[in-house]
């Protein structure tokens, strides 16, 4: 079924902000910088550090596509997260979900940067690395979802885009402290020290992080929206177990598909262009163009300085125009933007390469930052961790994994034009979702239909 604003739906815009919001908002955006900054550093030190010292062999090429190839166990691990913790959330609550996860995540950054190296156990350091990896992805595919919900039922109805977007504007302040860390280290620790005790330090960061984020995580009050939701179950169970016969919330969400495909398809274009400025890039302009790596990554870390302006600029302005005209207009600039970026490539200039970059990171995030709200409004109470999980989590194993490859695999194969295309369809499904969605600004959280 999908949700309209029907007379008597629509929020009253005056209610102001839970009491406790902070401590929500605070604890979530602590999480969700965690969790992207840990898979930030792993990706970067799994292309230079982390293959020689957990995998065995004498070829640097097969210990470094060994070392990449666990940094995308870790999006495998993702959608499975999102099943089980979206189901355990819709029946227990987003606060355990939002505290289990994050000691997961943060608990297993921290247990790598304590694990003995091949050259110390053998292949149990491969095996509790891959192990490690696992659960990391396993907990940011719980965990976001329960930020992003927490956040969009506590937070005042009005400004829900805003502070949604919050939560997810987490991913590129992540990067951005990942660049930062390794970027320091790599100017403070002694020459030859990092490859073998400073890349350490960068995992074992997540600790401090680890103990005030819990801190502040376990003094948040469950979601008001959620526990409405749980009292008035209780006159209306036996009526909701005989329409559910007991299911999961994961089958209700998938038994009523529409919706769970139109945020996948949403998601879709989104997740690819995030890919294609971030990951792609390095690779392209410098193997194609021979631009500098430093200069290249400099742009894309100052790109995510402007996409976290975008994410909170985009929820911002969804909140005064509609969820629609705000994600139309930022994935209608993505599509122009395409051929343009690739075009000001081509001129081999790091200056158009950065405005290449940042512009692109910039409407990505003015995407991103509605999507949130968005997909949080597309589902009721009963089963929205469940359905919100699936998409988020969903779309970055079909979309976001494969990305860089599929897009390195098209301009070896067929040229630049190609990966253009790419880009330009799979963001005209994101427009063509989100033109036959629902316009969900002031829908009410409460509704458990």
Same mark, same amino acid.
């Given at each position: 079924?999908? @949700?309209?604003?029907?007379?008597?739906?629509?929020?009253?815009?005056?209610? &102001?902000?839970t009491p406790g919001f902070k401590r929500v908002l605070t604890g979530s955006m602590i999480g969700a910088v965690l969790e992207w900054y840990d898979f930030a550093v792993y990706g970067v030190l799994a292309a230079t550090v982390l293959g020689p010292l957990f995998f065995p062999g004498d070829d640097g090429f097969t210990k470094l596509l060994l070392a990449l190839a666990t940094q995308g166990i870790g999006f495998v691990a993702r959608p499975l997260g999102g099943i089980v913790f979206g189901h355990l959330g819709d029946r227990f609550g987003r606060k355990p979900m939002l505290v289990v996860t994050f000691l997961l995540i943060g608990g297993a950054t921290t247990a790598i940067g304590l694990l003995p190296t091949y050259h110390d156990?053998?292949?149990?350091?491969?095996?509790?690395?891959?192990?490690?990896?696992?659960?990391?992805?396993?907990?940011?595919?719980?965990?976001?979802?329960?930020?992003?919900?927490?956040?969009?039922?506590?937070?005042?109805?009005?400004?829900?885009? /805003?502070?949604?977007?919050? #939560?997810?504007?987490?991913?590129?302040?992540?990067?951005?402290?990942?660049?930062?860390?390794?970027?320091?280290?790599?100017?403070?620790?002694?020459?030859?020290?990092?490859?073998?005790?400073?890349?350490?330090?960068? /995992?074992?960061?997540?600790?401090?992080?680890?103990?005030?984020?819990?801190?502040?995580?376990?003094?948040?009050?469950? &979601?008001?929206?959620?526990?409405?939701?749980?009292?008035?179950?209780?006159?209306?169970?036996?009526?909701?177990?005989?329409?559910?016969?007991?299911? &999961?919330?994961?089958?209700?969400?998938?038994?009523? #598909?529409?919706?769970?495909?139109?945020?996948?398809?949403?998601?879709?274009?989104?997740? +690819?262009?995030?890919?294609?400025?971030?990951?792609?890039?390095?690779?392209?302009?410098?193997?194609?163009?021979?631009?500098?790596?430093?200069?290249?990554?400099?742009?894309?870390?100052?790109?995510?300085? /402007?996409?976290?302006?975008?994410?909170?600029?985009?929820?911002?302005?969804?909140?005064?125009?509609?969820?629609?005209?705000?994600?139309?207009?930022?994935?209608?600039?993505?599509?122009?933007?395409? @051929?343009?970026?690739?075009?000001?490539?081509?001129?081999?200039?790091?200056?158009?390469?950065?405005?290449?970059?940042?512009?692109?990171? /910039?409407?990505?995030?003015?995407?991103?930052?509605?999507?949130?709200?968005?997909?949080?409004?597309?589902?009721?109470?009963?089963?929205?961790?469940?359905?919100? &999980?699936?998409?988020?989590?969903?779309?970055?194993?079909?979309?976001?994994?494969?990305? #860089?490859?599929?897009?390195?695999?098209? +301009?070896?194969?067929?040229?630049?034009?190609?990966?253009?295309?790419?880009?330009?369809?799979?963001?005209? +499904?994101?427009?063509?979702?989100?033109?036959?969605?629902?316009?969900?600004?002031?829908?009410?959280?409460?509704?458990?239909?």
């Amino acid at each position: 079924m999908t @949700p309209k604003v029907a007379h008597g739906q629509a929020e009253i815009g005056q209610r &102001s902000a839970t009491p406790g919001f902070k401590r929500v908002l605070t604890g979530s955006m602590i999480g969700a910088v965690l969790e992207w900054y840990d898979f930030a550093v792993y990706g970067v030190l799994a292309a230079t550090v982390l293959g020689p010292l957990f995998f065995p062999g004498d070829d640097g090429f097969t210990k470094l596509l060994l070392a990449l190839a666990t940094q995308g166990i870790g999006f495998v691990a993702r959608p499975l997260g999102g099943i089980v913790f979206g189901h355990l959330g819709d029946r227990f609550g987003r606060k355990p979900m939002l505290v289990v996860t994050f000691l997961l995540i943060g608990g297993a950054t921290t247990a790598i940067g304590l694990l003995p190296t091949y050259h110390d156990i053998g292949i149990a350091a491969t095996f509790l690395l891959v192990i490690l990896r696992l659960l990391q992805g396993f907990g940011l595919g719980g965990e976001f979802g329960a930020a992003v919900l927490l956040v969009s039922e506590y937070g005042e109805p009005r400004r829900r885009g /805003f502070w949604a977007s919050w #939560p997810q504007a987490g991913a590129p302040a992540g990067t951005v402290l990942a660049a930062a860390v390794i970027t320091v280290l790599g100017l403070t620790v002694p020459a030859g020290s990092f490859e073998t005790w400073g890349w350490r330090i960068a /995992f074992l960061l997540a600790a401090p992080l680890l103990a005030i984020g819990f801190w502040i995580r376990r003094g948040v009050e469950e &979601s008001p929206v959620f526990q409405r939701a749980q009292e008035n179950a209780k006159a209306a169970r036996a009526a909701a177990e005989a329409e559910t016969h007991g299911r &999961s919330s994961i089958v209700l969400a998938l038994s009523r #598909p529409r919706q769970v495909v139109r945020g996948l398809g949403m998601r879709l274009g989104e997740n +690819i262009a995030f890919y294609i400025y971030t990951v792609f890039v390095i690779a392209y302009a410098t193997t194609f163009f021979g631009f500098d790596r430093g200069d290249v990554t400099l742009a894309v870390t100052f790109g995510s300085l /402007f996409q976290f302006i975008g994410m909170i600029g985009g929820g911002a302005w969804s909140d005064r125009v509609g969820r629609k005209t705000a994600m139309l207009v930022a994935s209608g600039v993505l599509i122009i933007w395409a @051929p343009t970026f690739f075009w000001l490539v081509h001129f081999e200039s790091v200056p158009l390469l950065w405005i290449g970059v940042c512009v692109g990171a /910039f409407f990505h995030g003015a995407l991103a930052g509605p999507e949130a709200a968005w997909i949080s409004e597309l589902f009721p109470t009963r089963y929205r961790y469940a359905g919100a &999980s699936l998409v988020f989590q969903g779309s970055s194993i079909i979309a976001g994994a494969p990305a #860089p490859f599929i897009a390195v695999w098209l +301009i070896n194969g067929f040229g630049v034009g190609m990966v253009i295309a790419y880009l330009v369809v799979t963001m005209a +499904i994101t427009f063509i979702a989100v033109v036959t969605g629902p316009e969900t600004r002031g829908l009410d959280l409460d509704r458990v239909a």
